[in-house]
């Protein structure tokens, strides 16, 4: 498969369209909870953990390892240095989900060095 992750956020996209048959997706249900939202949370968690691992490899080869040798697993805080790094604009990238009218800017905190809330 060429293009593993992209086929993966597609299955995932198609799953929060499913979702929002039952629930929209509006700001006034944010603090709606079920199962599903979850298994769907964790699992976008998931791959974003896995993409930026990839990402930081690319951009800076080996420099997981260092950081893996020195106290255990990187995490999204050593993502983050190695990422806005080499993307120092990464903070204003906003995502726009037209047809629920919204507007995220996803990697906002990585302008003070800090992980995704």
């Known amino acids: 498969m060429k293009y593993p992750h992209w086929n993966y956020l597609l299955s995932l996209d198609s799953d929060l369209y499913e979702i929002s048959r039952f629930v929209e997706i509006n700001k006034d249900n944010y603090k ?13 968690c998931s ?4 993409v930026a691992k990839l990402f930081c490899e690319r951009i800076q080869p080996g420099g997981l390892k260092k950081i893996q040798g020195k106290r255990g697993f990187p995490n999204m805080n050593d993502y983050c240095k190695i990422i806005t790094g080499n993307n120092r604009n990464l903070h204003k990238m906003e995502i726009n989900l037209p047809r629920y009218e919204i507007n995220l800017f996803p990697w906002s905190e990585f302008e003070s060095q800090k992980p995704p809330s």
């Open 32 to 44: 709606t909870y079920s199962l599903e939202f979850t298994r769907l949370f964790l699992a976008a």
């Open 47 to 50: 791959e974003i953990d896995v």
